[in-house]
């Protein structure tokens, strides 16, 4: 009887402990993010969609944008709904004014893509990245030009900052241009101000079999100039070391879209476009048609272009020339030199 | 009730009785474990992520392509050139969250968000986001090949998924003149919980911390 009788202790004892247990647990689940009694989500939401917005932010450090107009607690979809607003509201209200100072609202750009002679560029591609108000990059996926050459893109728009042009011809060695566009004051398309012209490139006059590819080796090229350069640091999506072709123009004949800083003599347009991988040192020999004095220097630049990174890996801005430093007209006055870093195969340009 | 206690003190010094009260926490200790087990169910933990059993099948549809549908399954290609369904993403009872993104050749904003990427599957990964990335076009606008994929994984030294989308099944989620996608899935349900073109990392990050606690 004793045993029995204790039997009935320890189960009221249990059952006491089990319900301060159901207690705790109901108290700790009203503590737990979207366990509050007092918020009763909709029929159709799950309840563990519902958070607190004051959760979010603590926990991201960063305040959705819209934050402050929401209740206490919402559903997820709500704050993603509330960041967007700012850009939904940018694309549903008229453009004037909803841009920020220094934004654009763009929503076309036309244009047309030819070549070196002028005649229009069937099949290329002019692809437009955009940089929108808020610091973020959008890239556009444009159709091929047809016969005409003419480029029209047009999209749902909005604000931006910054609009940068990449123009190749697919699949074929002609040179591939970049252009930073200056943004209209008014209006909400962009015109290009001239054809984009896209080069035909020409192959090496002497291109060392690969062999090693870690080996530096010289190649020279029709116009008077050779580069020296690691196979092994190429790195391109397009083509390959054996593909190496280039052209050298003088600045008028280029037509480029974007001018480097200083008087520009010359440029050289590279295919394919390539990154090439650090440490990328060559060395660049042109001859000197201008008669510049030996030990005079000029300055040498590169265009940044896709994946075009320098020696620290940061990526140089597309369509934009960077200053790569001097090159200097050797003591025969025949050849102007440069060795240095070079951060990609894109353009080069030499100013006084 | 003064019975109960005053019985359980007389028999407090012999040894059944002892005996019996030691049964009797042990039960109170197991029925006390239950609910408390059973209540934690409902947090996220991310220390439970690798034991969490596998899914069997695939969400039932109605499938769409917006925000709050279920996304159907879909097929794509890994570097190795192996197909790779989201099937298998879902089949895994560690992921929670899947953050899927498109990616091509000539997207710089896909350039640039490359890092960003890594750096959420660096830090989030462990604790079931999985991030995925469909490369759907090379740097010449070539539907992309598994070698292509292979080469955007290696050049910006990814070590999330990376798969080629060579049809470009993701066209058919978003404007696709506007890239990069970049969507959350919810993967129990594999309902899409939000997406956006372009990126918009707060908005990410905090939907991820909100689901992956």
Known sequence: MGGGRSWRWSTWVGVGLLTWGLVACDDASKDAPGGDAEVTPPVDVPEAEVVEVADLVEETGELPPDAADLSETTELSEVADAADADAAEAVDVPPDPPCAAGGHFVEAIYGQVVDGAGQPVAGARAQPCLRREDGTLLCLRPEPTGADGAVAITYEGFCITELTLRVLLPNSSMSTAYCTVPLPSSGRQVQLAAPVVLHATEAPLSLPPLGDGAQARQVDFAGGFSLSLVPDQLDSDVAAYEDLAARRLDVAAAQLCTLPAGAPLAAIAFYPEADLLAPAQVTLRLNNPWGLAPAEQVSLHVLGGLHCTDAAGEVLHEGRWVPLGPATVAADGAAILYEGHLPCLTWLAITE | ?213
């Not at chain 2, 091509?104 to 989030?124: D, N, V």
């Not at chain 2, 469909?134 to 090949?145: G, K, L």
């Not at chain 2, 910006?156 to 506007?178: E, I, K, N, T």
Request: hydrophobic letters at 45%; one cysteine or more; charged letters at 20%.
């Open chain 2, 1 to 213: 009730m003064t019975r109960l206690f005053s019985g359980f003190w007389a028999g407090l010094g012999t040894g059944r009785v002892l005996r019996c009260w030691g049964r009797a926490l042990w039960l109170a200790a197991l029925l006390l474990l239950a609910p408390l087990v059973s209540c934690d169910e409902g947090a996220l933990d991310p220390e439970d992520s690798s034991l969490a059993p596998p899914r069997e099948g695939y969400p039932a549809g109605p499938y769409g392509t917006s925000e709050g549908a279920v996304m159907a399954d879909a097929t794509f290609v890994n570097p190795d050139g192996s197909a790779f369904s989201l099937r298998e993403l879902y089949a895994d009872g560690a992921n929670k969250l899947i953050l899927l993104s498109t990616a091509a050749g000539w997207c710089t904003a896909c350039i640039e968000e490359a890092p960003k990427l890594q750096q959420w599957h660096e830090s989030h990964g462990e604790r079931g986001l999985a991030v995925v990335v469909a490369y759907f076009e090379d740097a010449s606008f070539n539907p992309a090949t598994a070698e292509s994929a292979g080469r955007w994984q290696t050049r910006h030294q990814l070590s999330h998924r990376v798969v080629a989308d060579p049809s470009f099944l993701m066209a058919g989620y978003y404007d696709a003149r506007l890239t990069p996608l970049n969507m959350i899935i919810e993967v129990e349900t594999m309902e899409i919980l939000w997406m956006t073109t372009g990126w918009d990392g707060a908005t990410a990050e905090a939907i991820i911390r909100a689901k992956i606690r």
